[in-house]
């Protein structure tokens, strides 16, 4: 029984230390972060940036490299940026080549401005928790003069600077891909394309879902077809959801995926959407609606409205769907973990386990293996891996 949610979309939160209210200033949709009024000892406000700094340092034109690879002309008649103090820039400086000669070390090996750009952005961790995109001015010691986007001027200790990615990474479908794996810069990411309806992020082999509580158009029988074709290739739980199925009928090894999150966090509406494709792929007898039609029964029993979620599970779940040798649903096993569920533990007539099989199973089809779904708070995930 899916409730709609009372609550609106969450804002990324660091694990540790981003308050609930955090928003990215840098994010292209987020709202504009208000500097804190308070700013800590090891962070000085200078002035804003658009009526220069103390000592002459200014904005270097970051826009005009937006890309790293920026065009040829631009490289050309701008020269290397030299937006620091350019000690170590020092290569620009040298002898005057042919134009030609010129024109093909800029095409092949010129990342001057890439450089100096990954350089100049950063993130800054605000006083009050929040991360916020900043410009480095110039450096001094282990100083830093940056901008924030609000045009205002911190003077930082340049070790609390965490480096930025180069815009071109923005959105990467795979978090491995960025250069710099810090923690700003995965939360931006997450949150570019959460604004933009991609909910799913590859982190490696993990694929990362935010739930977007809303109605997202990222599923249904289209979106099957693509992916069971693979002419759709994007993160997505249907891809792993088949990768498993695959590996399944090739290795002949039982596949589980490990579902976790916080409460609300949509770890059951995710292993309804897994379960629905594996019907597509492996239904055919029947016993894939029966199965599918168990999660009403088992959240009539088990769940229960919360402060994070109108319709909480009150136990995990170990949801095992088994395939016969030709590929096809022939049964499911469903357990509950009561036990570390309050609610499960008051409720003693619950019963722990829900067999769903067809009659065909008896007869025709010989069980090959299992897709076991492990749906979990993190919480219990922990205590059961602490376990075994
Ligand atoms: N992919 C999705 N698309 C749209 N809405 C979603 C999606 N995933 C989750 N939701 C919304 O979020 C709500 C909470 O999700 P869900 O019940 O799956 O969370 P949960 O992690 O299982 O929570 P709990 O641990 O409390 O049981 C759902 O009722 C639904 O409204």
Same mark, same amino acid.
């Given at each position: 029984m899916s409730g709609n949610k009372a609550k609106g979309p969450p804002s990324f939160q660091s694990i540790k230390s981003l308050p609930g209210d955090f928003r990215?200033? !840098?994010?292209?949709v987020s709202d504009r972060m208000v500097l804190s009024d308070t700013i800590s000892e090891d962070v000085e406000l200078l002035s804003d940036a658009s009526q220069g700094t103390a000592n002459g340092g200014g904005n270097v034109g970051l826009d005009s490299y937006e890309s790293p690879y920026c065009s040829l002309d631009m490289l050309d008649k701008d020269g290397p940026s030299l937006g620091d103090e350019g000690d170590d820039l020092k290569a620009a400086d040298t002898p005057k080549q042919s134009s030609k000669q010129l024109h093909i070390d800029s095409k092949w090996s010129d990342t001057t401005p890439f450089a100096s750009k990954k350089k100049l952005q950063s993130w800054f961790q605000l006083p009050d928790g929040n991360w916020e995109l900043g410009t480095t001015l110039r450096t001094f010691g282990n100083e830093s003069l940056i901008s924030l986007a609000d045009e205002k001027v911190l003077r930082v200790n340049s070790e609390t600077l965490v480096p930025?990615?180069?815009d071109i990474l923005d959105g990467v479908d795979d978090l491995m891909q960025l250069s710099y794996l810090n923690e700003?810069? /995965?939360l931006y990411n997450l949150q570019y394309r959460y604004n933009r309806d991609m909910i799913y992020t590859k982190a490696g082999p993990v694929l990362v879902a935010i739930n977007p509580f809303k109605k997202v158009s990222l599923y249904g029988n289209d979106f /099957? =077809?693509?992916?069971?074709?693979?002419?759709?290739?994007?993160?997505?739980?249907?891809?792993? +959801?088949? +990768?498993a199925m695959r590996e399944m009928i090739r290795d002949e090894v039982n596949q589980s995926i490990i579902i976790s999150g916080e409460s !609300?966090? !949509?770890? +059951?509406e995710t292993a309804k959407i897994a379960m629905q494709y594996l019907a597509a792929l492996g239904g055919g007898s029947g016993i894939e609606k029966e199965i599918l039609k168990t999660n009403p029964i088992l959240e009539a029993f088990g769940n229960a409205k919360t402060l994070r979620n109108d319709n909480s599970s009150r136990f995990g779940k170990l949801i095992e769907i088994h395939f016969s040798e030709t590929g096809k649903i022939s049964g499911a096993k469903i357990q509950t973990l009561v036990q570390l569920r309050s609610?499960?533990?008051?409720?003693?007539?619950?019963?722990? !386990? /829900?067999l769903v099989n067809s009659p065909e199973l008896?007869? /025709?089809?010989? =069980?090959?293996?299992?897709?076991?779904?492990?749906?979990?708070s993190v919480l219990e995930l922990q205590q059961s891996l602490e376990k075994n």
């Open positions: 990215f200033a !840098g994010s292209p930025a990615n180069p700003p810069s /995965v /099957v =077809e693509a992916y069971k074709r693979k002419s759709l290739d994007s993160p997505h739980v249907y891809a792993i +959801t088949d +990768t !609300g966090a !949509g770890k +059951t609610f499960a533990l008051r409720h003693k007539r619950f019963r722990q !386990g /829900v008896f007869n /025709v089809q010989r =069980e090959k293996g299992h897709i076991i779904f492990f749906i979990s």
